[in-house]
């Protein structure tokens, strides 16, 4: 962190110290990623929305835009849509909408939600945990 001093009313720097961080990097908002949308074009994509990219990222993919390319890069792997935005620290509604441009490209699919009916019953997750207790 690089610190460096306040200044006085007439311009000048005084002995107190100002608030710079240079560490921080450049501060992109999130509408300008976005280009002012705020709201998905496509697919309903919640923060436990899986997503996955559809191939490999490539060099050629720069021209997509940075940010798109970062999260291709995450995405080579299933991750939900809260992974992703932690990740690159973005607010998540402009990770939604910038995944549904990458939807759009078929870049990345979501993943189908587990269906709850066809999860284990209560009665049998019970026998398995009784089963590893009586090892």
Do not use: F
Request: aromatic share 2%; hydrophobic share 45%.
């Amino acid at each position: 962190m690089n610190v460096a001093q306040p200044l006085e009313p007439d311009g000048l720097p005084d002995d107190g110290l100002l608030w710079v961080d240079d560490d921080a990097g450049p501060l992109i908002r999130p509408y300008a990623m976005t280009s002012g949308r705020t709201r998905p074009r496509h697919g309903d994509l919640d923060l436990i929305a899986v997503v996955v990219a559809t191939r490999p990222t490539l060099p050629s993919d720069g021209g997509l835009g940075s940010v798109y390319a970062e999260i291709m890069a995450v995405c080579q792997r299933p991750v939900s849509v809260a992974e992703i935005a932690s990740y690159l620290r973005l607010p998540a509604g402009t990770v939604r909408v910038l995944l549904s441009d990458l939807l759009e490209r078929r870049l990345v699919r979501r993943r189908a939600p587990v269906n709850v009916n066809q999860l284990p019953s209560a009665d049998i997750l019970k026998a398995v945990i009784d089963g590893i207790r009586a090892l």
